[in-house]
């Protein structure tokens, strides 16, 4: 069964620093992978993906996520915070030939002037 | 392209009364998901069609739940009986077979308070 490990429930970062967002999954071939943002009381938008390929991924809003195979994680990035950042992140697996996306519980950003 | 709409946005109810959802996907796609998450917890899979047909359903979806896609196109996720534990987020995703096959575009979701 596949499932998706975020250990950070709160993170908290000054406008203009960098970020890290933890993600660990475990699935047993190669994983399609998926960050999430939730605003408050809306529905979820797709920042970036990895399906195969380079390791390293660009997704929008200026955030870029890198898959480690070795520590099964895919880690969500970005070099400095922006106070539109705050939100609820959430990273998500599906295997081949799944059509579920299990996510994680989430990480709530929250930033500070 | 107009996304993935849902409608009512926000729903409260009474305790074994019978709600209504109903999810709009984006016009091309042939795949359409249901999730529900609770407070403080990640989407959780219920359902899933490919045009009209519903292809797999979640151990989460007892038998008060009905979900259809009677046209290929909208789909309605019925709660029968409501109970207080079936208040949570229902979001509604759908996909396209064939193009970034993996890539669900999630709508605002139905906020469903039961009390």
């Known amino acids: 069964a596949q499932s998706v490990t975020q250990p950070d429930i709160h993170i908290t970062v000054s406008e203009g620093a960098s970020l890290e967002l933890r993600c660990n999954y475990s699935y047993g071939a190669t994983p399609y992978l998926f960050w999430y943002v939730q605003s408050p009381g809306q529905g979820l938008q797709l920042l970036l993906k990895?399906?195969?390929?380079?390791?390293l991924v660009q997704g929008i809003k200026g955030f870029e996520a890198e898959f480690k195979r070795s520590q099964s994680s895919f880690n969500l990035r970005k070099p400095s915070v922006h106070w539109s950042d705050a939100a609820e992140y959430f990273c998500a697996v599906v295997g081949f030939g799944n059509e579920k996306l299990t996510f994680g519980t989430g990480t709530r950003l929250t930033i500070i002037p | 392209d107009t996304g993935v709409s849902q409608d009512p946005r926000h729903k409260i109810t009474k305790r074994g009364q019978n709600v209504t959802f109903r999810c709009d996907p984006i016009s091309e796609h042939n795949r359409l998901y249901w999730y529900r998450q609770t407070l403080g917890q990640g989407p959780e899979f219920l359902t899933y069609?490919?045009?009209?047909?519903?292809?797999?359903k979640s151990r989460l979806l007892s038998d008060r739940f009905s979900a259809e896609r009677p046209k290929g196109s909208f789909s309605t996720l019925e709660i029968q009986r409501t109970e207080q534990g079936d208040s949570a987020m229902y979001l509604c995703?759908?996909?396209?077979?064939?193009?970034?096959?993996?890539?669900?575009?999630f709508g605002p979701g139905t906020r469903l308070t039961v009390t």
């Open positions: 995703a759908s996909s396209l077979r064939g193009e970034g096959i993996y890539e669900q575009y």
């Open positions: 990895y399906f195969s390929g380079d390791t």
């Open positions: 069609f490919q045009n009209e047909a519903q292809l797999e």
